[in-house]
């Protein structure tokens, strides 16, 4: 077996380990993931008690526990063993969907919601698949509302190994900060964001972006 063989063998074998609840989530906080959540959900999601939110791509809901008790939480997966990990832990505290949320459909989720949030998604979608979901998440923020974003980025000169451990994420549309901050623009008039490298316990560089004010359609 040649070296790119065998390491695209290993890559594979390690992306079935991460579908399992348990082995992802206990990789991300043997990585430091409890603290970049906290910040996250303190500095950007900045939900409040009574607030509605939508975890796009939730995972195993992971977020929650960091959300101030009395959010109104709808969670949303592929991974059915997410979702049933989600709902066994946090099942009396939000509301858990099986789902593609490439397919998002409104009635179904509800809403509308203060907060959208889509963590470490926009990294697995092109051009036009982001540009459909950030345009159904819009049509199901409440007047005032935002999408609150967190991805790998990849900047210059980041370091050596924040860019080894990137280029290796299951993701393969990890974008510039100017590549994220143009697909939220094409739906949103106001985009904040900022690059953080102090999220994690290795070398990583986070984007993160609170997008508001969608920009009208012709026919919403």
């Known amino acids: 077996m040649s070296g790119d063989a065998g390491r695209a063998h290993s890559d594979a074998g390690l992306k079935r380990l991460l579908l399992l609840p348990a082995i992802y989530s206990g990789l991300q906080r043997l990585l430091g993931a409890e603290r970049s959540r906290a910040v996250f959900s303190r500095d950007y999601i900045a939900a409040q008690p009574g607030d509605s939110v939508l975890d796009l791509g939730c995972g195993a809901g992971d977020i929650l526990p960091h959300l101030p008790e009395g959010v109104r939480y709808t969670g949303i997966d592929i991974n059915p063993s997410y979702i049933e990990s989600a709902a066994a832990r946090f099942g ?41 979901l950030l ?13 609150v974003t967190f991805d790998c980025v990849l900047v210059e ?40 490298h102090d999220l994690l316990r290795v070398p990583y560089t986070h984007y993160i972006a609170r997008a508001s004010r969608p920009r009208l359609r012709r026919g919403s």
């Open 135 to 147: 345009a159904s998440a819009a049509r199901l923020l409440s007047p005032g509302g935002s999408v």
């Open 92 to 132: 009396a505290r939000g509301h858990f969907l099986v789902g593609d949320v490439a397919e998002l459909d409104p009635v179904s989720v509800g809403g509308p919601f203060d907060r959208v949030l889509m963590v470490a998604l926009l990294h697995h979608l092109d051009g036009a698949e982001a540009e459909s």
């Open 157 to 196: 000169r980041q370091p050596r190994m924040a860019r080894f451990l990137i280029e290796r994420d299951r993701g393969r549309r990890v974008r510039t900060p100017e590549g994220y901050r143009a697909v939220l623009g094409r739906e949103f008039e106001k985009v904040e964001d900022e690059v953080r």
